[in-house]
Nanobody, 111 residues
Framework: QVQLVESGGGLVQPGESLKLSCTAS????????TSWYRQAPGKERELVAT???????LYADSVEGRFTISRDDAKNTLYLQMNDLRLGDTAVYYC?????WGQGTQVTVSS
């Protein structure tokens, strides 16, 4: 089973940017769906963005136009570029490759 390790989280102010990375222990080139989810305190986990093997992308309405998902199959890595971060983006962010999950990375947006 593929192991996933997220990195890049941290504490930022509103309007700033972060780029999350998710590195897999093996190739993700054949993964049909790779995604980022997030879970804020007291809320259910929600889908943030998805990219398929055909490079089709899908975003939650709340992040459309601010976040960009991408994948580098040569590096076995999934990315999430997050711009214009808002207080409501505070959450633990998880990557998922098909049915495998990472352990999450904390993103905190605070003034």
């Amino acid at each position: 089973q593929v192991q996933l390790v997220e990195s890049g989280g941290g504490l930022v102010q509103p309007g700033e940017s972060l780029k999350l990375s998710c590195t897999a222990s093996e190739s993700i080139s054949k993964a049909f769906v790779t995604s980022w989810y997030r879970q804020a305190p007291g809320k259910e986990r929600e889908l943030v963005a998805t990219i398929t093997s055909a490079d089709t992308t899908l975003y939650a309405d709340s992040v459309e136009g601010r976040f960009t998902i991408s994948r580098d199959d040569a590096k076995n890595t999934l990315y999430l570029q997050m711009n214009d971060l808002r207080l409501g983006d505070t959450a633990v962010y998880y990557c998922a490759v098909d049915t495998c999950w990472g352990q999450g990375t904390q993103v905190t947006v605070s003034s």
